[in-house]
């Protein structure tokens, strides 16, 4: 689905995204962790075609990322970004419903109208649906814009969905769910690609799992592989421990700092 | 959808009233059975005359080209005024704040001062009635051009940048006009003073050719970019993910916008305020989609001028009030209350 071979991309002498590969295929999730400032957004951006890569092939659907339009690309890639302040005020319905825009051409079709509607109650936003954009909180403003991008792929078999640290900033209870839908979204066929900063949150939730670092690929594999006292000292340079319990189907990560104290 | 539909067809319903009352009224009085009479007798489909020859000629010759014209301007205004605070992710954006109105204007001022010194009418040799026009319509591609340069950086135009970009330009562009004055002579300066308080008096026939097919071209190809200004209201990036070519969509609505009100500028000087405030009524009273407010601001920016025109022109008659005045005088205080509404609504959240 997605193919990434030996991508670069620098700014100046600065390379930002440094001899980079991996897979994405339908029905799986990958996460993207790594400290600040590890290229995430930047790698996030080039399979977006928001920029260009200096070297190096993304194939998405087995063709080059440069042979598909931007419109071509709307129609079965959405993408969640990390900043969503928007200058006009809309409703959550007519906000919703734009994530059809690249579907029709000046008034809905009955197809659309129902999406938006199945959508809005998969993400649990029916309750809001004739209020103000502006007068929600954090929480809700984001399982709005996540509503929309779905909204956008959801009559898409094998659609692409990338979401730019989907949780930042939102409770506990929000994480999970958003995370959760996530999930539900690559059990149904699509192809996720979250970047994310709990790595918990990646080794729970994730299928595959790429570790970068100040551009450079530290693992990639799934989480019981790739997440490893090593790597992660490698890439957020702390200190942690694994609980590789049987209880948990995957790795859980601790900082050390905090183990210690405990006994 | 359906509502649009139905306010639009409201708005366009008060925009043929407003003109029939505004060629109805004036030194010549004209009633609705003669306005009737008049309308079947020169469409052909009656013979019958209920009117004064006087009442004819007016009607024809003074009052429908100015109201036109009046609908043209009002209309053009408003919907530069909708798309521009679309493109610019601001609702304070108008076509003046980012100079295509001061542009227009000192370009136009150059045309009446300079053309007779320096190019000898060679312009108006060249371009005949549509100098002016032409002369206007390139100081407000070329204004526009630098503000919005001066306000791009890596491919996004900052806000803050653009608006203090449009105030440097916009003082520039009047103090070249100042200079301009400085060395006019009386008629000149007559016209000067024209362009500044804006008028429709200037209004004909001729006139309203002149500007018809520059503002038909505003008014009837910008209602086409509202979804994608829609998606812009998401952030740049964002209707870049949902297919919009951005920077495209950026050019085309500046050079269309700009078009049509270079047009109109030229024709009836700067017109304040009808572009900031048109968008913003049918926002806080409708909705904020540009599916119902650039097409909603042609029509009500044109009932607005059309009415603002009828003021201006029958409340020191026999003489006649510049409708700058007017509008200003009425959108100051709708403009001061949007500020305040705003800032209330950003203190609850």
Known sequence: ?263 | MKNYGFILVVLTLILIAASALSVCVGAVEISASELWSIMLYRTGLSGDIQFSPQQEAVLINIRLPRVLLGALVGGTLAIAGAVMQGLFRNPLAEPGLIGISSGASLFAVMMIVLENRIFNHVLTALFGYYALSVAAFVGACITTFIVYRLAVGKGKADITTLLLAGIAINALAGSFTGMLTFISTDQELRDITFWNLGSLGGASWKTVTGILPFTLISLCTLPFFSKALNALALGESQAGHMGIQVNLLKKLVIVLATLGVGASVAVSGMISFVGLVTPHILRMAFSADHRLVIPGSALLGASVLVLADLIARTIVAPAELPIGILTALIGTPVFIYIIMAERKRRVVN
Do not use: W
């Open chain 1, 1 to 263: 689905m997605i193919e990434v071979s030996h991508i670069h991309y620098s700014v100046g002498t600065k390379k930002l995204v440094d001899d980079i590969s991996f897979d994405v295929q339908p029905g799986e999730l990958l996460a993207v962790i790594g400290a600040n400032g590890a290229g995430k957004s930047t790698l996030l951006k080039l399979l977006c075609k928001e920029l260009q890569t200096s070297s190096g092939e993304i194939h998405i659907r087995r063709q080059p990322i440069g042979t598909y339009k931007l419109d071509q690309l709307a129609r079965f890639r959405s993408v969640l970004a990390q900043q969503n302040t928007i200058s006009i005020s809309f409703k959550v319905q007519e906000l919703v419903m734009m994530g059809r825009y690249p579907h029709f051409d000046n008034t809905p079709t009955e197809n659309d109208k129902e999406i938006v509607k199945a959508v809005m109650t998969e993400t649990g936003i029916t309750e809001f649906a004739n209020r103000d954009y502006n007068t929600l909180s954090g929480g809700e403003q984001q399982r709005v814009q996540l509503a929309r991008v779905i909204a956008q792929i959801y009559d898409q078999p094998e659609g692409i969905l990338f979401l730019d640290e989907p949780t930042n900033g939102l409770d506990l209870l929000y994480q999970q769910q958003i995370l959760s839908l996530a999930r539900s979204l690559a059990d149904r066929g699509y192809c996720v690609v979250s970047i994310l900063h709990d790595i918990n949150f990646a080794s729970r939730f994730a299928d595959k799992v790429l570790i970068l670092k100040k551009g450079r690929r530290v693992g990639f594999g799934s989480p019981k592989q790739v997440i490893s006292c090593e790597n992660i000292h490698d890439a957020f340079n702390i200190r942690v421990r694994l609980l590789d319990d049987e209880e948990f189907k995957c790795p859980l990560v601790i900082p050390s700092m905090v183990l210690t104290e405990q006994s």
